[in-house]
């Protein structure tokens, strides 16, 4: 048994499909087969039923996939251990942030990250939260970035920085006169929110206090878009949150538009997640050193409080 024999095992099981596990795994599928056939044979038992389509694991072919992972996690910490005793930062790092971050704080660190770091090659994905869990559950990302916590068993967190939220408000908004507002003012029924599966959009929900209710509401509108819902906003559909960096790029007549709240001011946590194998670590501190420095001076809010925890 070795742990390529290992690896091409995983690939099937994710796959279950031969060919496509050996273009993921860069060989022949005659070579994955082989391989397979011989880790078979040397165990005495099926891993995979072959009369499937498509394939599927056996019922003891289950065990071993889920054995084979941690086979593979340690040996990864090996090579880890060496790395970080000689100090060596670099090699393919698969991170995830979700599409409420990924706009604006990926360019704000990614170019310093690259100069500072130029043998880690990054590859980076958009996706939701539930799609990060189940990535670093399964091995296929190093690390995310998301609004926390989540409190998940196999996840581990470090906060990056608290982001304040701020208020979008049009001219014709019945808070547009209120310099600075409370979260009491909010009402979830004149605000435009990201449609379902944002977390961010559950943390506005969360604020919401003041649930009332307008016999003359005409429509419940939802966006899967940030820059969609300032536009709407524009048009005096109601107003909305935006999270505080998306405040950043505004022109002088949209940043007429902003309300901050009164201090503490609501936010959300962001962090930087990853699997409780804790595998590259010196690329998650160094992640970790770049973004939360840059940010620091990015976010000039104090007294920021966590209202609720809004990741779901």
């Not at 391989?35 to 005495?44: M, S, V």
């Not at 001219?171 to 547009?176: A, I």
């Not at 590259?280 to 620091?296: E, F, P, T, Y």
Request: negative net charge.
């Amino acid at each position: 048994m070795t742990i390529t024999q290992l690896h091409y095992v995983l690939a099937i099981a994710e796959h279950k499909n031969f060919t496509k596990a050996a273009e993921k795994c860069f060989v022949t599928q005659p070579t994955l087969s082989t391989q397979i056939q011989k880790l078979e044979d040397e165990l005495d038992i099926l891993i995979f039923d072959r009369s499937k389509k498509p394939i599927e694991l056996t019922d003891v072919g289950k065990k071993i996939v889920q054995q084979a992972k941690n086979i593979v996690d340690e040996s990864d910490r090996i090579q880890d251990i060496v790395d970080q005793q000689k100090g060596f930062i670099g090699g393919e790092f698969k991170i995830g942030i979700i599409p409420t971050i990924m706009p604006t704080l990926l360019p704000m660190f990614l170019k310093t990250f690259i100069k500072k770091y130029p043998k880690v090659k990054l590859k980076i994905e958009e996706l939701t939260t539930e799609e990060i869990i189940t990535r670093i559950a399964d091995g296929h990302l190093d690390a995310a970035i998301a609004a926390t916590p989540l409190e998940h068993d196999t996840i581990k967190e470090r906060v990056l920085y608290y982001e304040p939220f701020v208020g979008y408000i049009p001219d014709d908004h019945r808070l547009k006169d209120k310099k600075k507002i409370d979260v009491s003012d909010l009402d979830i029924n004149d605000m435009l929110l990201l449609e379902d599966g944002h977390c961010f959009r559950d943390g506005v929900i969360n604020l919401c206090k003041a649930f009332k209710t307008h016999e003359d509401d005409k429509f419940q509108l939802e966006s899967g878009s940030i820059e969609t819902l300032v536009k709407l906003s524009n048009e005096g559909l109601g107003m909305t949150l935006l999270p505080y960096l998306n405040t950043l790029d505004l022109n002088e007549k949209m940043s007429n538009k902003l309300h901050h709240f009164n201090a503490p001011s609501p936010a959300r946590e962001v962090s930087i997640i990853y699997h409780k194998s804790e595998l590259k670590m010196q690329i998650i501190d160094a992640l970790h050193n770049v973004i939360s420095g840059i940010i620091r001076g990015a976010i000039a809010f104090q007294n920021v409080e966590i209202i609720s925890p809004i990741a779901k």
